[in-house]
Each structure stands twice: as structure tokens, then as C-alpha cells.
């Protein structure tokens, strides 16, 4: 007993120690850049918030976002570019610290979006690519982890940048021990040590000396694992990761659980649950929480085995979830897009000079065909004279020469249109663009005054009426780009086999609550469960969530809405029938055009662009499909249908399509 509660006072001692002195030397650090932001000026200012920012990042990250937001707010404002991009490269790393990977996932392409812009600023796509990889371990996506984290090591190799080189070292490390591969973990491990203790980066040596213990922990050197944790909660004494001190606390728990020191592991994971608790760590807490539960069972303590183990289930949820999947594999797919349009655009421009080449043999080959054929004739007929045939030659020459004339000016006039058009969507997409980023300021200022004032106050209130107005314009903008990328072809489906009626009840549970703020009954009725496509699931969400939450937009309150899933013996069909105002026949004449506003009104004071099914029906014509509008007429209901081609496979397991999309 006594030897117990040595080791809880020792346990306290240090956890005060970490808390208190450590975080004094950060605060001392804070307190010196927050001194010179009165004198800081443009882009000096916009790296004081970004350097603020990224101190707080272990121990505050409320302080931390707030400080991020400014530095972005500011950066912005001067077209600060290599500030937005290290701006976002930091707001990813503090959502990850949260563990809301969407948002981290978010923040990370924005940076690399703006570190690839000329001129390209290598340092900050390298950690844009190597955060981008860390979601994706933790997502436990490890072989898109170790693209992206080979990816950036080779931008840090090509400038040596030893910092950079270590970062991508560690990252790649914890993804082949996440595979298990222990022998490519240690040989990245031992060579980010080697670099950091080159550099005399202490934080970095504490944060890796914890991995190399968590590696040998699970090749079941538990002496070794040991000693490396205990030499880094020395370290810590002198730093303030609150984060490192949970990590290791929670190894060092685990290890004294498998050596059967119950109560000595209890301790250890009892401070490990209160650092993550303090430091509001979701990923921290969920590890804890799981760590008890397990001492809890081996102490045949049930009871709080259960608690503590439910515990961590809920936080794995909140950590990682299907929206955040979604979130990641759509942000993903953008960058993607963006990266190949230059591609597209040459491989344009190549098959245009083909179908010169070819049109002009083709008008070749008829040239030809013509003067034989005259040729012919004029054989047969011998006895026609000289000038005669002369004549038709020269008619024909000229013929010839007026018919090139024409199609060159019919070529000049089809290659003007196409870059008027070109230019036309090209001004709306920029136009679009240059809008999104002021506005995005907009929003961000705005969320941020909300956090600094009474949220009753009538400011307030005004302020969020602000936001609403801010986030119905953003939507209109997002419609606008998206038009603007689908009439350019400037998209690339990346189609997989997907059951259509496991897309379409996510669908349906993600509108579900819209539905029930207008008293709506929204009903799913699936006749075909098998039923698979070859679809991007990306775009034939979109597609689907249009369909639905019009329905909901236009249908009245307390009335029914049924969403039906059926099959033909070549398609897949989903049905969208609602209890709503029903179309006229001028309604059906113009009910897939762009900015189209039919007789039906949102019956909840909600807003349309009017680009809603003008997009649904590009991308069902993308994928090979047909979409369609049945209505008997004015305030007799309507329904929308999608008919999609049909994949002909062997049975698809269901739980890995869910996780797909």
C-alpha cells in the first residue's frame, strides 16, 4: 500500500512539474512575441499570430485557434501567400490535436493550394503533403499515408532541409508500425533521432524517443520501451508537451499491465486520463479511456471496465467517423482534380491538332476521289475538246479554292466561339473564386467578434444574421464553381462499384433532421438492397442530395416524402416522391436549366440558386445515366428519378462499401 502511494505522489509531483514550470517557459516565450505585435506591421504581423499560434498548440488550443484565425484574417487581408499557407499548415495541425480530422484535412490541401501557386514555396507543400498523409493514418488509409509522407520527404530531401527530412521521417515511421512493419518503423525512427540530436531539437527528440518505446512495447521489449520513456518524462520536465506526457504515460501503462503491476499501471494510466482530460484531447482520452478499461478487467473490476471501455468507443466516434472519411476522400478528390487539369487542358489542346490533321486528310482523300473521278470522265469522253476540259479544270480549281476558303473561315469562327465560351466560364470561375476568400474573411471575422461578445446582446444577433447571409452566399458561390467545373469537363470521375442503396440511406439519414424541423415524414424505401453501379460516390451524392433536400425544400410541413431504391434488368432507379406543389407543364420545359425559377416556392423561407438540377443532370449524363420529373400537375405532388447503369458483379460486402463512402 505505502509502495502504492509513493508512486502516486511521484506521479503528482511530475504532472505539476509538466503543468506548471514547463508551461511557465512557453507562456515566457508567448508573453515576448505578444510584446511586439503594437510595432508589427503587415506581414511581420501575420507571422506573430501564426508563431503564437503554433506555441499554444500543446497546451491551449482555444488560444491557439484564436491566434490562427487572426494570423489568417491577416494574411488575407495583405495576399500574404507563404503566411496563408503556413497559417493553414498550422490550423491543420491544431484540429488534428483535437482529433477533428475533416477540418485538419481541410486546412491542409488550402495550404498546399497555396504553397504550389508561382512562386512555389517547397518547404510549406512538403508539410502540406506530410500532414496530409498523417490523416490519413490515423483515417487508417496507410498506403495513401505513405504516398503522401514519401512525397514529402523527397521536396525535403531535394532542398536538405534536415528539419523537413526528420518530420517525414517520424510520420513514416508511425505508419509502418501501424502495418506492423517494425523493421522499416525503426530504421525511420532511429534516422529522425539521429537528425534531431544533429539539430539539438529537444522537443523533437522527446516526441520520437516515445515512438521508438511504443515500437519496442509492442516487440515485446518491455525493458527497453521502459527506459526510453523514462528518459523522456525527464525531458519533459524541461518542456511542455502535454501531449508527448500522455502518449508516453499511456505506454508506460500498457507495459506495467502486461508485466501484471496492476495497481502501478492503474496509477500510470489514471494520470495519463487526467493530462488528456486537461490538455481536451479527444485521440488522448480515447487511448486512456481503453487503457483503464483493460487494468479494470484484468483487476476483474467490470463494472468500470464497461464504463471506461464505453468510454473509449464514444470517443473513437468522435475522433473517427464516416463524415470525416467522406470529408477527406471529397477534399482529396478536389486536390486530385486540380492537380491533372493542367493534363486535361494539353491533352485538349493535342487531340484538337489530331482532328486538324485528320479533317485536313479527310479533305485530302475527297480532293482526290473528285479529280479521279474527273479524270474518269473525261477519258470516256475523248472526243469533248481541249478547252472544254480545260475549263472544268479550272473550275474545279477554283471550287477547291473557294471550299478551303470557306472551311478555313468556318474553323476560324468554330475556334473564336470556343474561346469566347472558354473565357466566359473561365471569368465566372475566377470571379466565383476571387469572391470565396473575402467572404471566407467575412465569416471568420465574424465567428470570432461572436466569441468576444455577450450572445444575446442585439450586436449579436445582428452579427449572426451577418453569418446566415455569409454562409446562403457561400452556397450560391459553391454551386457556381461547381457548374463552372462541370461545362469545362474540367472533372474526373473516379468510379467504384458501390451499392446505391447504402449511398442513398446515407443520403437520406444525412437530411433526416431538416426533414423533421418541417414536421416531414422522410421515408426510405429499399426494394433492391443488392443493386451496384460504377459510380463516383462524390458526384452521386451531390446528385442525390439535391433531389432530397428540394423535396424537403418545396413540400409543406407535416406532409410525406418517400425515397425509393428498385432495379430494372440493366439500371438502378431512385425514385424522390413528394406531397409538394407539383410541376406545370411550363415547369417542365425549362426544369433542368441553369438559374431556372419554376411556379413552386420553398415552402420554409429557405433559398434557391436555381442551378439545383441543372447539375444533377450533368453529372447523372457523366456517368452514362438518365434523370427525369413525373408530376400530374399544379399541388398534385412530383417525383424525381435517377436510372443509372447497371454493374453486372458477384456479391459486394456491404461494410466495405459503407466505409468507402
Known amino acids: 500500500m505505502n509502495s502504492i502511494l509513493k508512486k502516486i505522489t511521484l506521479l503528482g509531483i511530475l504532472l505539476w512539474l509538466l503543468t506548471s514550470g514547463a508551461e511557465a517557459q512557453n507562456r515566457r516565450v508567448i508573453d515576448s512575441l505578444m510584446k511586439r505585435i503594437p510595432s508589427a506591421k503587415d506581414t511581420s504581423l501575420a507571422k506573430l499570430y501564426n508563431a503564437i499560434a503554433w506555441e499554444y498548440r500543446w497546451f491551449d488550443l482555444d488560444s491557439s485557434l484564436k491566434y490562427g484565425r ?11 501567400k507563404d503566411g496563408l499557407a503556413q497559417n493553414q499548415n498550422y490550423m491543420g495541425v491544431i484540429y488534428s490535436n483535437r482529433g477533428d480530422y475533416s477540418r485538419a484535412m481541410e486546412f491542409f490541401f488550402n495550404a498546399l493550394q497555396y504553397a504550389e501557386q508561382p512562386p512555389r514555396n517547397a518547404v510549406e507543400v512538403g508539410y502540406a503533403l506530410n500532414n496530409i498523409g498523417n490523416v490519413h493514418k490515423h483515417q487508417g488509409a496507410l498506403a495513401q499515408a505513405i504516398e503522401y509522407g514519401t512525397r514529402a520527404l523527397q521536396e525535403f530531401e531535394k532542398l536538405g532541409d534536415k528539419r523537413g527530412i526528420a518530420y517525414c521521417c517520424i510520420r513514416l515511421g508511425e505508419t509502418y508500425e501501424q502495418q506492423r512493419n517494425y523493421e522499416k518503423a525503426l530504421e525511420y525512427c532511429y534516422r529522425t533521432l539521429k537528425l534531431r540530436e544533429e539539430l539539438q531539437d529537444n522537443d523533437g527528440i522527446q516526441s520520437i524517443k516515445i515512438r521508438l518505446g511504443i515500437i519496442y512495447s509492442a516487440l515485446g521489449d518491455y525493458e527497453k520501451a521502459l527506459s526510453f520513456h523514462r528518459s523522456v518524462l525527464d525531458m519533459l520536465k524541461a518542456s511542455n508537451s502535454r501531449w508527448g506526457t500522455a502518449t508516453s504515460l499511456n505506454s508506460i501503462a500498457q507495459i506495467y499491465l502486461k508485466y501484471g503491476r496492476l ?55 468522435s475522433v473517427i467517423n464516416e463524415q470525416n472519411l467522406r470529408a477527406v476522400a471529397n477534399m482529396q478528390a478536389l486536390h486530385d482534380v486540380q492537380r491533372r487539369q493542367v493534363q486535361i487542358e494539353m491533352l485538349q489542346k493535342e487531340n484538337e491538332k489530331e482532328a486538324l490533321i485528320r479533317n485536313s486528310l479527310i479533305g485530302g482523300v475527297l480532293l482526290l476521289v473528285i479529280v479521279a473521278a474527273l479524270a474518269v470522265n473525261s477519258y470516256r469522253q475523248k472526243k469533248r475538246s481541249e478547252e472544254q476540259y480545260k475549263v472544268q479544270n479550272e473550275e474545279l480549281i477554283r471550287l477547291n479554292e473557294l471550299l478551303n476558303a470557306e472551311r478555313y473561315k468556318a474553323e476560324q469562327q468554330r475556334t473564336i466561339a470556343e474561346e469566347a465560351n472558354a473565357f466566359k466560364t473561365e471569368l465566372l470561375g475566377i470571379a466565383a473564386h476571387d469572391l470565396k476568400n473575402p467572404l471566407q474573411s467575412i465569416m471568420g471575422f465574424t465567428a470570432l467578434i461572436l466569441e468576444e461578445i455577450d450572445g444575446e446582446s442585439s450586436v449579436a444577433e445582428k452579427l449572426k444574421i451577418i453569418l446566415r447571409a455569409s454562409e446562403r452566399t457561400l452556397k450560391i458561390i459553391t454551386d457556381m464553381l461547381q457548374t463552372t467545373a462541370l461545362e469545362s469537363r474540367k472533372i474526373e470521375l473516379k468510379k467504384q462499384k458501390t451499392l446505391i442503396a447504402e449511398l442513398v440511406q446515407r443520403v437520406v439519414e444525412a437530411n433526416s433532421v431538416q426533414a423533421e424541423l418541417k414536421s416531414q415524414k422522410l421515408e426510405l424505401i429499399i426494394m433492391s438492397p443488392d443493386a451496384v453501379a460504377d459510380i463516383d460516390l462524390g458526384w452521386m451524392r451531390e446528385a442525390f442530395e439535391n433531389l432530397v433536400s428540394n423535396a424537403i425544400k418545396y413540400t409543406p410541413k407535416g406532409k410525406h416524402i418517400r425515397v425509393i431504391v428498385s432495379e430494372t434488368e440493366t439500371t438502378v432507379r431512385v425514385e424522390v416522391k413528394d406531397e409538394g406543389q407539383g410541376l406545370t407543364d411550363d415547369d417542365m420545359k425549362k426544369l433542368f436549366g441553369k438559374f431556372q425559377k419554376l411556379s413552386a416556392r420553398p415552402t420554409g423561407g429557405e433559398t434557391s440558386t436555381g442551378l439545383g438540377l441543372s447539375i444533377v443532370k450533368q453529372l447523372v449524363d457523366l456517368h452514362g445515366g438518365k434523370v427525369w420529373a413525373e408530376s400530374d400537375g399544379k399541388d398534385k405532388g412530383s417525383s424525381f428519378f435517377i436510372e443509372l447503369p447497371k454493374a453486372f458483379i458477384g456479391a459486394v460486402p456491404s461494410r466495405q462499401l459503407a466505409a468507402q463512402s
Not at 487572426?70 to 487581408?77: E, I, T, W
Not at 478499461?293 to 464497461?306: L, N, P, W
Open 263 to 317: 495497481d502501478t499501471a492503474l496509477v500510470t494510466a489514471e494520470a495519463c486520463f487526467k493530462v488528456a482530460r486537461d490538455f481536451n484531447s479527444k485521440e488522448k482520452l480515447m487511448e486512456a479511456s481503453r487503457t483503464l478499461g483493460d487494468i479494470y478487467a484484468a483487476k476483474q473490476d467490470y463494472v468500470k471496465a464497461y464504463a471506461y471501455s464505453k468510454l473509449a468507443e464514444s470517443m473513437k466516434d
Open 70 to 80: 487572426l494570423g489568417y484574417a491577416v494574411a488575407l487581408d495583405r495576399r500574404f
